[in-house]
């Protein structure tokens, strides 16, 4: 028994070493932009959006960024979920079709989430109410003001961030070579899928603990929606 213990011992208190990732180390960052004003007017005097990049720019003889991608994430995620390993396992590692050693690889966390300015911040319902549009807004100011970053190779997103690469196209059409919008079509929100949302968002704002957004706990009404979101986003 004596033996068996010294061994377990020495084994647990050896050394453990994480496997060496196949593409440049990311690297995180928050870019706070001043006086941030939404479309509907209302202006945050600060607002943060986190990063994460893998890579480095390299610009041609003009200046001009030409390996940048933009990746954006979908709904309730961040840009971390890209560093997965179904996601980054087989698209940034060398010879891959995003290899990080060759392209500068960008995935901010949009308004709302993540580790980027949200109403949980401590404004609540009170924060600035924002669109799509002030999403794209956000992300457009941190590549060119934050990263310098004056122009893309390609926007990739999924699900929201693939509607955020239409509106790329839409309103910054000359600023990227191509757009991959995925589990996306550029289409209004309609039917069962628009349905589904409301029903969410009925679930917490008529839960008493909502208080009109002044909530001091996690409404209630929150498991309800949550129960709501894994129908939406499950594959059977």
Do not use: C
Not at 20 to 39: Q, T
């Amino acid at each position: 028994m004596q033996r068996g213990f010294i061994a377990v011992s020495f084994l647990l208190a050896a050394p453990v070493f994480a496997p060496a990732l196949p593409y440049p180390e990311p690297v995180s960052g928050d870019y706070a932009i001043k006086n941030f004003r939404f479309a509907t007017g209302e202006m945050l005097p600060e607002l943060k959006i986190h990063y994460r990049t893998i890579g480095i720019p390299r610009r041609d003889r003009r200046g001009i960024v030409r390996n940048a991608v933009l990746l954006l994430h979908g709904t309730t995620g961040s840009g971390k979920a890209f560093l997965s390993e179904n996601f980054a396992g087989v698209l940034f590692g060398p010879g891959q079709l995003l290899d990080g050693s060759t392209f500068y690889l960008v995935m901010p966390d949009g308004i709302g989430h993540g580790e980027s300015s949200k109403p949980s911040d401590g404004e609540r319902a009170r924060f600035p109410r924002y669109t799509y549009d002030d999403m794209v807004e956000a992300q457009y100011r941190l590549l060119t003001e934050g990263l310098h970053v004056n122009h893309l190779r390609l926007v990739i997103g999924t699900s929201m961030g693939g509607m955020h690469t239409w509106i790329w196209g839409e309103k910054h059409t000359d600023f990227m070579d191509g757009l991959v919008p995925l589990a996306s079509v550029p289409a209004q929100i309609a039917g069962r899928n628009r349905m589904l949302r409301k029903l969410v968002s009925d679930d917490i704002r008529g839960d008493p603990d909502w208080k009109n957004g002044d909530y001091t706990t996690q409404p209630r009404g929150l498991a309800a929606a949550v129960q709501l979101l894994l129908f939406m986003v499950s594959s059977p």
